[in-house]
């Protein structure tokens, strides 16, 4: 990919992301009132679970799809992600069924038809980044964001509950999925599901399954953490506070992140030198920084009247919770798109490692803060705990031989 594909593939992956993202903001406030806050804490709960399953669906061999060159590998590539992904399927059904035995909790119903909407759509997007299709992995983003705020606000106004906050987000997710699964692959979506040979992909992708898996999961965990505690120690409102926060305070991080993230780890793998290689993440990364760092200031200063003029004034908790993670949204922005560069350098047990540590920091701060201020305490704990993980983890990038 020359330095000018980079480029306009970038563009036309950050336009369909401003548009996906610019539909749910616009919407935000509508559905924040269709919607309770006790609702909102049981849909998050939910998706965040099926996120944390999702995000290993097909234990990261979808990553691996940059890497192969020939489609015969790449297709076989794809029928190992579709078979870990049914097995996770089948997981996330007894973990739902347990779930809903155990504390009577109705969408747990639902869990594996997220868990498989949701890493389909992931390995897909794969596939399709693979084949330099940036358009479709545009549109993918509008349908997925823009389309589930959509039909979120369609079953608002059906009175649907939490319930339609999760169909809304499943359907799109599904739609999105669909819309990548393009160009098929070599031999059909047919041949793909035929039984064949696939030991030697998986030990020749070994690291991903066995380094990546349990970082990504890790990551994924954090969130998980965060609502159990804030749901056991304050309550189910600040539980959804907390979720509304952090799905807009992050949306910015997903959407540029992700598009970003996609068109940078192809370029890594292919760049000529270490030295090229360290270049290019040091000029994403300034880059990334100067946008990030508008955006902390404004939620420093208006967070909290941001949040209850937007939402509404039962919501203005989440504005002083939004303020005091302003500086740890700003580093998770800068953060996000350059997580795909240790896998580009074979780096992974590296990041493994300090991920873990990062888990261990996001929580132990979160912990302090709600003992301490409550959930805007919350907040100051992992925005004072991950300006020391992230500040390593930028240094080492920047250094990195």
């Not at 590998?73 to 997981?91: E, N, P, Q, S, V």
């Not at 119903?109 to 545009?138: D, E, I, K, N, T």
């Not at 954090?222 to 979720?243: F, I």
């Not at 208006?302 to 989440?318: D, I, K, N, Q, S």
């Amino acid at each position: 990919m020359t330095p000018h594909s980079l480029k306009r593939a970038t563009l036309t992956l950050l336009a369909g992301s401003a548009l996906a993202q610019a539909v749910p903001l616009l919407l935000g406030p509508w559905i924040a009132r269709l919607y309770t806050p006790a609702e909102y804490g049981q849909f998050s709960l939910l998706w965040t679970v099926a996120s944390n399953l999702a995000v290993v669906g097909c234990a990261r061999y979808e990553f691996a799809l940059a890497l192969e060159t020939g489609d015969e590998g790449a297709a076989a590539l794809l029928a190992l992600c579709l078979r870990m992904l049914l097995a996770m399927t089948g997981m996330a059904f007894v973990v739902g069924a347990a779930w809903f035995v155990w504390a009577n909790f109705s969408l747990a119903a639902a869990l594996p038809l997220v868990v498989l909407a949701l890493a389909a759509s992931q390995a897909l997007a794969q596939w399709a980044a693979r084949a330099g299709r940036f358009a479709v992995l545009a549109w993918g983003r509008v349908v997925q964001w823009g389309g589930g705020a959509l039909a979120q606000v369609g079953f608002g106004l059906m009175q649907a509950g939490p319930w339609g906050l999760v169909g809304g987000a499943a359907l799109a997710t599904a739609a999105a999925a669909a819309l990548q699964a393009r160009p098929a692959p070599a031999g059909g979506w047919r041949g793909l599901l035929a039984s064949r040979p696939l030991r030697g992909t998986a030990e020749k992708h070994r690291d991903f399954p066995l380094l990546n898996t349990p970082h990504a999961f890790a990551g994924a965990l954090q969130d998980t953490l965060a609502l159990s505690l804030l749901t056991a120690w304050l309550g189910a409102p600040e539980a959804g506070a907390w979720a509304l926060a952090l799905r807009y305070l992050k949306a910015p991080a997903s959407l540029v992140g992700g598009s970003l993230s996609q068109v940078l780890y192809p370029r890594l793998t292919q760049a000529g030198s270490r030295g090229e290689a360290r270049a290019l993440v040091r000029r994403k990364l300034l880059l990334l920084a100067a946008i990030a760092l508008p955006l902390m200031i404004v939620l420093l200063a208006f967070g909290p009247w941001l949040f209850a003029t937007v939402f509404g004034p039962e919501w203005r908790g989440a504005g002083e919770l939004a303020r005091s993670l302003a500086p740890y949204v700003a580093l998770h922005f800068i953060a996000s798109p350059l997580s795909v560069v240790t896998m580009a350098w074979g780096a992974q047990a590296w990041a493994l490692k300090l991920a873990l540590a990062g888990q261990v920091m996001f929580v132990g701060g979160l912990a302090a803060g709600i003992y301490l201020g409550g959930l805007a305490g919350a907040g100051w704990g992992v925005s004072a705990a991950m300006l020391l993980y992230f500040g390593y983890f930028f240094w080492a990038l920047w250094t990195w031989e």
